[in-house]
């Protein structure tokens, strides 16, 4: 399978983003499917997710703030993200089944 994302972009603190993920080759269905991100010279960080029970989970510094979701229709995830802080700052990743996209680069300015 193969995962393009779009929507990342420069954007000003307390501005939003909705980042989407579309996948091609395969059906996502309702497989597990997560946004990571990352930082120069930091590991990669799991974000959020979606368990293929349709849970979403978050990490605790962006619950209340990002929502992940999906539409099984268009073959696609997002990420919903609100009330950006400058340390949101980052390259941030789809990834299902096993795959993972080429990367968006977010950047929140004060």
């Known amino acids: 399978v193969q995962l393009q994302a779009s929507g990342g972009g420069l954007v000003q603190t307390g501005g939003s983003l909705r980042l989407s993920c579309t996948a091609s080759g395969r059906r996502l269905g309702v497989s597990a499917v997560a946004w990571y991100r990352q930082v120069p010279g930091k590991e990669r960080e799991w974000v959020a997710g979606?368990?293929?029970?349709?849970?979403?989970n978050y990490v605790d510094s962006v619950k209340g703030r990002f929502t992940i979701s999906r539409d099984i229709a268009k073959n696609t995830m997002y990420l919903q993200m609100n009330s950006l802080t400058i340390e949101d700052t980052a390259t941030y990743y789809c990834?299902?089944?096993?795959?993972w996209g080429q990367g968006t680069q977010v950047t929140v300015s004060s």
């Open positions: 979606i368990a293929s029970d349709r849970s979403p």
């Open positions: 990834r299902a089944l096993g795959s």
